[in-house]
């Protein structure tokens, strides 16, 4: 079974500028979860999807949006990238978020805004 | 607001010691308690999670420990070894809200 596959793995982008990054996840698996990693930092929760609903979001602005289509693919979109932007966004996704908490992550798409 | 947050931002351990990670989590409604796992260039993987309701439980040379009294959880890896080098997440699963809160991360390094 693939595992959940995210693209593009790098990107550059200038300040002003917007983003969508791909998640595909794993075949069955209906939530999909997008976090931003930064360098020493931890994994901040941006949204979770499920059934094409946002179950959940994280303490982001709103230039950080997302959504799910009918087969559980994800997009995410930042709009008006800063610098602070810069980071590891990964997904992860699972057959349920009310089950145990087991997430399967992609590798991530490195976005560095200059 | 919730965290969830680690005692020690880098750990070295000589291989074949046992390493303890450490962690303190502020969410008394979590349901569950994950570890995972990430090597440079990857994501994370989970390792082993724990329910609310336990205190201990076991893996393949990993243990979780659960103290709710302190809001504490740990990890503890047995006979250590240079595979186990990365960075190790806490996380906490909080089912009723549909997310889980990640801690900042502990670094593993292993002394030859």
């Known amino acids: 079974k693939a595992g959940v596959t995210q693209t593009p793995r790098y990107l550059i982008k200038t300040r002003g500028q917007q983003v969508t990054l791909s998640c595909s996840p794993i075949?069955?698996?209906?939530?999909v979860s997008w976090y931003q990693q930064t360098p020493g930092q931890g994994l901040q929760f941006l949204f979770e999807?499920?059934?094409?609903?946002?179950?959940n979001k994280g303490n982001f602005p709103g230039r950080f949006s997302g959504r799910q289509f009918s087969n559980s693919r994800s997009e995410m979109n930042v709009s008006t990238l800063e610098l602070g932007d810069s980071a590891l966004y990964l997904c992860?996704?699972?057959?349920?978020?009310?089950?145990?908490?087991?997430?399967?992550f992609g590798e991530g798409s490195r976005l560095t805004v200059l | 607001g919730e965290s969830v947050g680690l005692h020690l931002p880098t750990l070295s351990v000589q291989e074949g010691d046992n390493s303890i990670i450490n962690c303190a989590y502020s969410?008394?409604?979590?349901?569950?308690f994950i570890w995972y796992k990430q090597e440079s260039g990857k994501g994370p993987q989970f390792i082993i999670d724990?329910?609310?309701?336990?205190d201990k439980r076991q893996g393949q040379r990993v243990t979780v420990l659960l103290n709710k009294t302190v809001k504490h959880l740990s990890l503890q890896i047995a006979a250590t070894q240079p595979g186990d080098s990365a960075v190790y997440f806490c996380a906490e699963n909080v089912s009723s809200a549909s997310k889980i809160i990640f801690g900042s991360g502990t670094r593993l390094s292993i002394r030859p």
């Open positions: 999807y499920f059934s094409e609903t946002q179950r």
């Open positions: 724990i329910r609310s309701n336990m």
């Open positions: 992860a996704s699972s057959q349920d978020r009310g089950s145990t908490g087991e997430l399967f």
């Open positions: 969410n008394s409604a979590s349901d569950y």
């Open positions: 075949s069955g698996h209906r939530s």
